[in-house]
């Protein structure tokens, strides 16, 4: 797959066709410049020894190469300017389009594509991964052009000047070419090793920081020491195995550029003093072949970049490539407007196959009731509420809203009538204000005001400085649990949709706020159709009617009363709570 | 989860940018870590001086080679010398293969030294400075900041010394040939000092706008990232979202591609020089070679010697970029090296053995910031005693556990345990005999049975299989995909937070520990397996000293006693019927719980 990922990234690049075109006649027309220069001096040097003994200086003629140096110069220095600067932008427009493209692609991916992933992989790919491919386009891949053009033109150059003296001089090349390809077969997989080994230890070491209260209680940090100098040793054992072969690599290639010269300097010498070479010849020659070093050192460096690179690429695409579970039908239709009625038909789902978390399960809300769903830890509560927006697709069986399948309906249309309010409250950087209007970012004033109101939290936002515009999250005000809740209320609200999912939005708060959220919560809910998962009594009491989950399936169905009157898993529940109190009671009593 | 409000105050500190501390000092303390490695530093010392002589040397056997072989038609000479520019490219062979692995040996070492005194003073840094810096910057010093300080600032600094060193010897080899052309081609050499230092300037304010971009970008991204489950329940976010994402994108192109232009101002500037400077020998020297005055040979070494002086100089300006911000990683880790732990441990610390279990806090005083949480806070606890707190948010609670298990020190009065004073125990000791669960349940990359055996390095399988089973908690090991070897991904994303939690409790409990923390243990457990749970931990607790914290009340029936807490303060105690019946802060909590059935209760106690 990686070469189709280089394959995949040159596409990006085709379609930038103005840039690499100036690019390439740019770095053609800075190569001519440079390669010029030591043409001119050729010319000079030979100028000035056949005034040797003459002493027939003549000051315009040397004034006039000299600035015929200048003006080359110059424009070499400009075009290569104007070289990087293109091949930055190339970089730069691929980058800009590749990311544009994964955060997209990235907004469509469905929950299941997030249960799989890292926060810290996914953000590398945008970051790291990205750096890697620009770099690459932007350095190693100009270079490599600006490498073979420059060998083309400096071998048709050194065999216009003396083809002898190419040829000796390229005794050494088959060397040099055997040296670079050694070390790169060396050096590659040392690298990768290195990166994998390198990704470990940030591992253990995010898990170490980031674990601190429960390393320090429980003492640790032997344990994490031990993994964390394994890492260590093996990071330093790596990377000096890299330095091994790279202190051998470079030298090497000076060392046989440096002989290649010698033999350069003594065969041309002969033929100087045979009067068969000119001393300027020469010396042109030599300058020619030292401007080879740079191209050579490039392709080893190409070597390794594009291992690099191909391993970034092949990472995006992966992204890129993986398709949502959750699609749009062809031919879905706009779900307009909405009572609010909630069916599933034998519905079965589960994160892993083969371990199915939802059985077979099949119910009926009304419009505007409110139903609570309970049962124990991992009996599959939060899941029902998941299916509905379609965040996953249920194995078998179906989801309807107002007598339409789910799948049958525009995904965005059919989320517009559902708010959501969940366990932990996610505020995003930005104003108090902004967070309310997150779904909905053009929302009048008066409008989230009025939310806030709502949601019982507009007091405390008055009584902060900035009011609405008071900045939250990362570097801002730290907001209580209580408080993300009423926010995210006072968010659901403005959207006022037509169905409410709340997942288990009371478990984090101390009794004293939960009241009050709750007060919240029953605004919120009034004349919608709403599912609450609960734990929580207080919570429950918001329902008209319950249903009982038990391991994947409703065993229980009714109001509260008629459920504790059966006998069954509700009661069994509701009671838990209390049951040791009653123990205790006994005992008191 | 609240953070401590001093905080915000760390926050702002971490700015990123120019080193607060003078550079020369930042520079003295990296260079003394280098001394450490006495033999490599005088190996690298010699082998870069001698590839530097050598390559100073070798335009002027250059010379010799034209002057005295070709120019004098003398193939003695030429092959002398041949041989000799060939020797000295081996020398420089073997000098530079010494001063690159030494360079790097170096670097390497630095690097896993500091990573090593990184970690060793992680251990002796106590919890109260974890968690005062966002965990994500002291994760940063560990990865990025050491490896720029070892790549940048170290190498680049020894790079630096090196090329300078160049640069002297190539203007001593010029004059050396002829000062007078030495002098008419340095006669430019303010242009030059000018043109490095704008560039640098320029340079360095322009990446700091590129480095504050892809910052944008990064957070951007890590809160799409984060919050995706929110964002995906409302579509109008997508349009939203992707627009200022592009934006920023934008903007990072923008910055970046003026980053080059700046950076790419620097080689067409030094070539005008350059052509300037070469101009000037050139028609100078070559008057000086017409009039015999020079030689053609020493005219060419001139020029190459000139070159030698350009390449090096360029490479300072570009350095001198990148260097203020490595200097700043390197503040930052000397500054994590120099914090100074407010938990220690005395030098005459003895091992304690809890042998009931009795704990004690007197007159203690404790705040992070102005604002105290503790004064003047007694507390006693019974050997063998289950002790809940509850209490509103900010009340303190997490704060006592951390005080207990000795996570902070208070500022005044004592921590005692047995009736020895903390502060004189090993803390290692005392944590192999104490154990917390905390609300935020941690979970490391691992099986599931990998990691309850954090809690007891040597457990069995078997003895963990027995610790499940007396929590009762087998049914919950056999849902999940493997078992006891299911693979928990980062940060147990997974599981479930009540499945979390559950396998905390299991580690904590798994030490025998004879005092035992439950911090929110079971918010997220759903009652019913709460309430077998706390059967379990009944029997399980028995001869331990636990201290509950509770939001939810139902979890204090354990408790022997409940403390209430409010601003530091105990404003009720007693067991939780004599809290019910005493009808105050406690008893009205309990009913906004539970609702009807508590005033049920509440009837039936009278």
């Known amino acids: 797959m990686s070469r189709g990922s280089i394959g995949r990234l040159f596409m990006y690049m085709a379609r930038e066709k103005r840039t690499l075109a100036s690019f390439l006649i740019v770095s053609i027309a800075g190569i001519a410049a440079g390669m010029l220069v030591p043409w001119v001096v050729r010319d000079m040097v030979n100028y000035i020894i056949s005034l040797i003994g003459i002493g027939n200086f003549n000051l315009s003629i040397m004034i006039s190469y000299a600035l015929a140096l200048i003006a080359l110069l110059v424009a070499s220095g400009f075009l290569e300017f104007l070289d990087r600067y293109l091949s930055e932008l190339l970089s730069q427009r691929v980058v800009f389009r590749l990311r544009i493209d994964l955060y997209s692609h990235l907004q469509d991916l469905s929950y299941g594509f997030y249960d799989r992933i890292d926060t810290g992989q996914i953000i590398l790919r945008t970051t790291g991964d990205m750096d890697t491919i620009g770099r690459f386009i932007g350095f190693s891949f100009s270079r490599l052009i600006h490498s073979i053009l420059t060998l083309i033109i400096a071998v048709t150059i050194l065999l216009t000047i003396n083809v002898e003296l190419t040829m000796i001089a390229f005794i050494i090349l088959p060397v040099l070419a055997v040296a670079v390809i050694f070390f790169n077969s060396k050096i590659a997989p040392i690298l990768e090793e290195q990166w994998t080994v390198f990704s470990r230890f940030n591992t253990v070491v995010k898990e170490y920081i980031a674990g601190m209260r429960v390393v320090k209680a429980l003492g640790l940090e032997p344990i994490f020491r031990d993994n964390y100098m394994d890492k260590a040793d093996k990071v330093y054992n790596l990377r000096l195995s890299f330095a091994r072969f790279a202190s051998l690599m470079w030298p090497s290639i000076g060392l046989l550029s440096g002989v290649a010269s010698v033999l350069v300097y003594v065969y041309g010498g002969f033929r100087v003093i045979s009067h068969t070479l000119s001393l300027g010849d020469l010396i042109a020659f030599i300058t020619y072949l030292s401007m080879l070093n740079r191209p050579i050192v490039s392709f080893g460096f190409f070597i390794l970049n594009y291992k690099r690179a191909t391993v970034s690429a092949s990472k995006i695409f992966e992204v890129l490539d993986a398709e949502p579970e959750v699609k749009e039908e062809f031919g879905a239709t706009e779900l307009r407007e909405v009572k609010g009625a909630i069916e599933f038909r034998n519905v079965s789902f589960g994160y892993v196959e083969g371990k199915p978390v939802l059985k077979n399960i099949s119910f009926k809300i009304k419009p505007g009731e409110k139903v609570a769903i309970v049962g124990g830890t991992g009996s599959g509560k939060s899941t029902i509420l998941k299916l509905i927006p379609r965040f996953y697709d249920p194995w078998s069986g179906q989801v309807i809203v107002d007598g339409v399948d789910v799948r049958k309906v525009k995904i965005a249309s059919l989320r517009r009538h559902i708010g959501i309010v969940h366990q932990d409250v996610f505020i995003f950087s930005g104003t108090i204000k902004d967070n309310i209007a997150y779904g909905k970012p053009n929302a009048k004033m008066e409008e989230i005001i009025e939310a806030a109101r709502i949601a019982g939290i507009h007091d405390f936002i008055s009584q902060l400085p900035q009011g609405y515009e008071t900045s939250v999250a990362e570097r801002g005000v730290t907001l209580s649990g209580g408080q993300r809740q009423r926010i995210a209320i006072a968010r659901a609200i403005l959207m006022n949709p037509k169905v409410l999912l709340l997942d288990d939005p009371t478990s984090n708060l101390d009794a004293e706020t939960e009241v009050r959220v709750v007060e919240a919560l029953k605004k919120l809910i009034e004349g919608k159709t709403a599912i609450i998962v609960t734990q929580r009594l207080s919570t429950l009491k918001l329902a008209d009617r319950i249903l009982v989950l038990d391991r994947g399936e409703i065993v229980e169905d009714g109001t509260h009363e008629e459920l504790l009157s059966m006998g069954g898993v509700y009661t069994r529940l509701y009671t838990s709570q209390f049951a040791h109190q009653e123990a205790l009671l006994v005992r008191e009593v | ?606």
């Open chain 2, 1 to 606: 989860m609240a953070h401590p409000p001093h905080i915000h105050r760390y926050m702002t500190m971490e700015e990123k940018g120019r080193p607060r501390e003078s550079t020369i000092k930042l520079i003295r303390r990296l260079l003394s870590f280098i001394a450490r490695y006495k033999l490599r530093v005088a190996i690298l010392l010699i082998s870069a001086s001698l590839s530097i002589i050598l390559n100073l040397y070798a335009p002027y056997i250059g010379r010799l080679l034209i002057d005295q072989g070709i120019m004098a038609a003398n193939v003695d000479n030429m092959v002398r010398y041949g041989v000799l520019l060939a020797s000295i490219a081996l020398a420089g062979w073997c000098a530079g293969v010494f001063r690159f692995y030494m360079l790097s040996w170096i670097t390497q070492r630095l690097l896993y030294d500091l990573r090593k005194l990184m970690f060793e003073k992680s251990v002796h840094l106590d919890y109260g400075y974890f968690s005062s810096v966002e965990p994500g910057q002291i994760i940063s010093r560990f990865t990025n900041d050491i490896d720029t300080v070892g790549e940048t600032a170290t190498s680049g600094l020894l790079d630096t010394l090196f090329n300078s060193l160049t640069i002297i010897g190539a203007i001593v080899a010029m004059t050396s040939i002829n000062w007078k052309l030495t002098l008419a081609a340095f006669f430019m050499m303010p242009l030059i000092v000018l043109t490095v230092i704008t560039i640098a300037e320029k340079s360095r304010a322009a990446y700091r706008v590129v480095r504050s971009k892809v910052g944008e970008l990064t957070s951007k991204v890590e809160e799409s990232v984060s919050g995706i489950r929110e964002a995906q329940s409302y579509s109008e976010r997508r349009r939203v979202d992707i627009e200022s994402f592009s934006r920023i994108g934008l903007e990072v192109m923008q910055a970046n591609i003026r980053a080059t232009k700046v950076i790419g101002l620097m080689n067409p500037l030094m070539n005008l020089i350059r052509g300037g400077a070469i101009a000037i020998i050139i028609v100078y020297g070559g008057y000086l070679v017409s009039t015999g005055e020079a030689t053609i040979g020493s005219l060419i070494a001139f020029y190459s010697y000139l070159e030698m002086f350009f390449g090096p100089v360029t490479m300072i300006a570009l350095f001198y970029n990148t260097f203020q911000s490595a200097l700043a990683a390197a503040e930052r880790i000397f500054g994590f090296i120099d914090a100074k732990p407010s938990v220690v441990e005395a030098s005459d610390a003895v091992d304690i053995e809890i042998e009931k279990g009795r704990i004690s806090l007197e007159n203690v005083y404790f705040s992070y910031s102005d604002t105290p949480v503790f004064e003047d806070f007694n507390l006693e606890i019974k050997p063998g005693e289950i002790l809940a707190v509850v209490g509103p948010t900010g009340a303190g609670k997490t704060t006592l556990a951390n005080l207990i298990l000795r996570l902070y020190d208070p500022q005044k009065g004592i921590v005692t345990i047995d009736g020895v004073d903390v502060r004189r125990v090993r803390i290692q000791s005392l944590r192999r005999q104490t154990a917390l669960v905390p609300q935020e349940p941690i979970l490391f990359e691992d099986t599931v049975i990998g990691n309850i055996r954090y809690g007891k390095q040597d457990a069995s399988d078997e003895e963990i299989a027995e610790a499940i089973r007396m929590l009762g908690l087998e049914e919950l090991i056999e849902r999940l995909p493997e078992g006891l070897n299911t693979r928990v991904t980062e940060g147990g994303v997974n599981l479930s937070v009540g499945q979390r939690q559950l396998i905390n409790i299991a580690r904590a409990l798994i030490r025998n520990p004879k005092i035992v923390v439950l911090d929110e243990a079971t918010s997220s457990v759903d009652p019913y397996t709460e309430s077998l749970l706390q059967r379990a931990l009944k029997k399980l607790l028995e001869g331990r000293t636990c201290i509950i914290i509770a939001h939810r009340l139902s979890t204090t029936f354990l408790a022997d006693r409940v403390i209430v807490l409010d601003k530091g303060r105990i404003v009720e105690e007693g067991s939780h019927i004599e809290l019910l019946r005493k009808g105050g802060v406690y008893a009205k909590l309990y009913e906004a719980q539970l609702g009807e059935a508590a005033k049920a209760i509440r009837t039936v106690i009278g």
